[in-house]
């Protein structure tokens, strides 16, 4: 029974999803909802390593930056302006599978990095990422790249449309394979590993397996969530791709919302980047990250497990699944 | 000599310069009450993180139950039949009392199993749990979060949690440390049951010498990593060797 | 291109920048190394320390390095005040591995947000005698402005050293790290002493901004680029080793310095990064390491 409610709402919200463009006229609507939905993507991403597993990636900008600089490598291999139409089905994988290859290579490094180490780690992987892109011409380097979408959108009428589809999409996938991961082994056994590493092990739980999964998982989904963003944002370099923005907000998203289950992320990254979207249109964009850093700071002092940790201790549900 | 279970012979570690094991050899026979001594830093602990894969030894082999182990992780040696449990507990502190039992159960013990449904796997998972729970004497702790245990029930759910993942082989790390008197007679009762009623071969290491003297059938001392003595327990408090070992020069 | 004065000068340079890497990370190296708290905003504060510099100049034209040392008492209370919320939300529960770290990645965000909501994003920089002339010696070119800094951070670094191998206070914070059992002994109060010594840390990170915008102009996002530098140079130097700290932090300002001479200064960040994903893959307990 529970799992049909779930996915009754995985297909009520890919309907609406579908329908949204054929109601909301306005662009701008639909662009601040895609930003949303990409958070819902990054915030899901992270949790899956960080909030399951206990590994906190600070590097999330960087995987997420080189989603988007495979779709720009893909883009640069055409010839001015003569990209094929259905180029981004091929971006779309390709960003994902690249940053999974890294993400699977993160995941070796914690055979030997624990706590805060790894974290370190991967922040300073993103560093390295981006002078690599910044030093890389055929990308644009430091001077950024002019990304023109085709004339010819694929089933949608406008750009703007097909990306809030596909970014609403890839929300809704990644929730159900987020979904999917804490309910089964995988779950259960990363839930091990972020309370006691040494005893999973000894406990029979392959961790090194699990934390490779969970990695290239991590990885994949914030490759696919950064590979439409060049033909979302027209314009790319280095330094805003790589926004620290990116991996604040794909930390701070679950910690708000709480972190051990799929639901955290989705209410994080709701509320939190809806709010900043307000906030940045009626107040100024710097206040909106002045927002999050307090969020997050108050809410790991406060309220350690989030929005999920207050609805359990105030409704009294103890499993709100 | 099938009536072997675990075989250590000529295990060398060294960290550095220093050699925290020096061509340590100890067999433990199926079905046994095995006793490891030693004064601090004697190089126990070193040994019995290399026979559960934790570290890995230089030099020397450890072979269980006929199986080389080099290589191997701590989870593919668990899943052979060794498991411990750790000196300072480290339960799985988000998780209640009975889900720290699921892990094993789910990982090692019913691994493999095909069940009709996550509602029917559970279901096996938890009836397992139980069982174990209520021959500890904790079944009424089953759905208690395992961060707010008192001491004697953390060191309960540690061997708990390591019978949950059904060993041949049970190396109990001081589990005793600290407890009252009465408290080590009701972990020490809780052992021998797991040996004669299960048939589980028992790894003791232990400071208190009553607890080691009074279960083990055998015993092995060691002193700045070498064996330096085996004999039954009413020998080796005699052995010289051992006298000098925990009194100095 | 490739010359012997190119060299030399690079060698020099490296020095000088390396004598000022050791200023902003040996506050990292107390509070890391020695305590284990993990202050990912160091170099936040860091910035903090620019920015005051570069006001107390702007206000009434006090000289960068005396505003340094004014707002070091400043600085230890703000340390003090930090970590007494850090233990009480973090350490005390057991909870600083995923919290405590996600509480000062918040805090990094916070100071440099506010720094733009106040400041912009320009650069800004300071005025003093020693900002722009330089001595020449043969082929050599030395500015004022490394070499006063690199003065200044020795001078740091001894007084640091003495202090926690000479004083009763400063031994106990070295017992913090190794031997509680120790340090109960002393009877003294592990997590005062802690509190004390996450002061100090901090304090460091006045004068280390200061001597930051003395060397280069400073804008509030480039405090996280530092995070490499001052992480590489803790972990290299091994935790806990002050005196490793040096050697590692003018192993890196040589090393940066090469790269931003022979390859060009877009690749310098990777130098510092890189060296850290290094030693943290092949030798995690660093160089000098205890």
Same mark, same amino acid.
Request: charge should be neutral.
């Given at each position: ?54 590994y906190v990636n600070f590097g999330s900008a960087g995987f997420f930056a080189i989603g988007a600089y495979s779709a720009v490598f893909i883009y640069k291999l055409f010839p001015l302006f003569q990209v094929p139409d259905y180029m981004i089905f091929v971006m779309l994988p390709l960003g994902g599978v690249v940053a999974a290859v890294i993400g699977l290579g993160t995941g070796y490094l914690t055979l030997r990095l624990r706590g805060v180490y790894f974290s370190i780690a991967t922040l300073a992987l993103a560093v390295v990422l981006q002078t690599l892109v910044t030093n890389w011409h055929f990308v644009g380097g430091a001077r950024g790249a002019s990304i023109l979408p085709p004339q010819t959108v694929p089933i949608f009428s406008t750009w703007g449309e097909f990306l809030f589809v596909l970014m609403a999409i890839l929300a809704i996938a990644s929730l159900a394979v987020a979904r999917y991961i804490e309910r089964s082994w995988i779950g259960r056994g990363l839930a091990a590993i972020r309370d006691n590493e040494e005893a999973a092990e000894c406990m ?39 926004? =620290? @923005?990116?991996? +604040?907000? *794909? ?5 708000? #919302?709480? /972190?051990?289950?799929?639901? !955290? ?30 969020? =997050? @700071?108050?809410? +790991?002092? *406060? ?5 999920? #940790?207050? /609805?359990?201790?105030?409704? !009294? ?5 | ?249 | ?290």
């Open positions: 029974m529970k799992i049909s409610v779930f996915w009754i709402g995985v297909a009520v919200a890919l309907v609406v999803a579908l329908l949204t463009p054929h109601v909301v006229t306005n662009e701008f609507y639909l662009r601040t909802a895609y930003t949303v939905l990409q958070f819902v993507v990054l915030a899901t991403a992270w949790n899956i390593l960080g909030g399951y597993g206990g029979g739980v392959p961790t090194l397996k699990l934390k490779l999964i969970g990695c290239t998982v991590s990885g994949f989904l914030f490759g696919v969530a950064g590979a439409p963003l060049p033909y979302y944002v027209n314009y790319i370099e280095p330094v805003s791709a790589f926004n =620290l @923005v990116y991996a +604040v907000n *794909a930390l701070a998203m679950p910690m708000i #919302g709480g /972190a051990t289950t799929w639901i !955290g992320p989705l209410l994080g990254a709701v509320v939190l980047g809806t709010a900043q979207e307000v906030a940045r249109v009626t107040i100024s964009s710097e206040m909106n990250l002045l927002i999050v850093g307090v969020l =997050l @700071v108050f809410f +790991v002092i *406060a309220a350690p497990d989030g929005f999920v #940790g207050l /609805a359990r201790k105030y409704l !009294g549900n103890r499993k709100s699944r | 000599m099938s009536d072997v279970l675990l075989q250590c012979s000529g295990v060398v570690k060294t960290f550095g310069g220093f050699t925290a094991l020096d061509q340590v050899s100890v067999d433990v026979k199926k079905g046994e009450r095995f006793g490891l001594i030693g004064p601090n830093g004697s190089g126990k602990t070193t040994l019995i993180n290399c026979i559960s894969g934790a570290l890995k030894n230089d030099g020397g082999t450890i072979t269980f139950d006929g199986t080389d182990m080099a290589g191997m992780a701590p989870h593919q040696r668990t899943r052979l039949g060794i498991c411990r449990s750790f000196q300072i507990p480290r339960p799985f502190t988000s998780m209640t009392v009975l889900e720290n039992l699921a892990i094993p159960f789910e990982y090692v013990a019913l691994r493999g199993h095909r069940h009709a449904s996550p509602d029917a796997e559970a279901k096996a998972v938890r009836e397992g749990a139980m069982a174990i729970l209520t021959e500890m004497g904790m079944a009424d702790k089953a759905s208690a979060p395992s961060s707010g245990l008192t001491q004697i029930e953390l060191r309960k759910l540690e061997l708990a949690r390591a019978m949950a993942a059904k060993p041949k082989l049970l190396i109990s790390d001081e589990a005793m440390a600290g407890l009252s008197n009465s408290e080590v007679d009701e972990i020490l009762d809780i052992l021998f049951r797991l040996n004669e009623q299960h048939g589980i071969t028992i790894v003791m290491i232990e400071h208190i010498m009553r607890a080691v003297m009074r279960f083990s059938q055998r015993v092995v001392c060691l002193d700045a990593g070498k064996k330096i003595a085996e004999a039954t327990p009413d020998l080796i408090v005699k052995d010289p060797n051992v006298e000098r070992a925990y009194l100095g020069e | 291109m490739f010359s012997f004065e190119l060299l030399i000068n690079a060698i020099v340079i490296g020095i000088l920048l390396g004598g000022f890497y050791a200023a902003i990370s040996l506050g990292l190296q107390v509070s890391f190394g020695l305590l284990d708290v993990v202050n990912i905003a160091h170099p936040a504060f860091i910035i903090l320390g620019s920015y005051i510099a570069y006001m107390m100049g702007k206000w009434i034209g006090l000289d960068p390095i005396l505003t340094g040392l004014l707002f070091m008492p400043v600085f230890f209370g703000l340390g003090m005040l930090v970590y007494r919320i850090y233990y009480e939300s973090f350490e005390k529960r057991g909870a600083e591995a995923l919290r405590g770290l996600a509480f000062f990645f918040g805090v990094l965000f916070i100071v440099e947000v506010a720094l733009i909501i106040v400041y912009g994003v320009d650069y800004r920089s300071v005025d003093a005698i020693y900002v722009g002339p330089k001595i020449e010696i043969g082929v050599l070119d030395l500015p004022l402005r490394m070499l006063v800094p690199f003065v200044v951070s020795m001078t740091m670094a001894i007084a640091l050293i003495l202090y926690l191998s000479k004083t009763f206070t400063g031994r106990a914070i070295k017992a913090v790290a190794q031997d509680r059992l120790a340090l109960q002994l002393m009877a003294a109060d592990p997590v005062k002493i802690k509190q004390l010594a996450f002061g100090i840390s901090l304090a460091t990170t006045a004068m280390a901004g200061a001597l930051l915008i003395i060397i280069l102009p400073v804008e509030p996002s480039v405090g996280r680029l530092y995070i490499g530098q001052v992480f590489a140079i803790v972990v290299l130097a091994g935790l806990g080793s002050i005196s490793g700290t040096v050697y590692a932090a003018i192993i890196l300002g040589v090393a940066e310095s090469f790269v931003q001479t022979f390859f060009g200064p877009s690749w310098s960040p990777a130098v510092s990064f890189g060296i850290l994903l290094l030693v943290l893959g092949v030798r995690p307990a660093g160089l000098f390491g205890r």
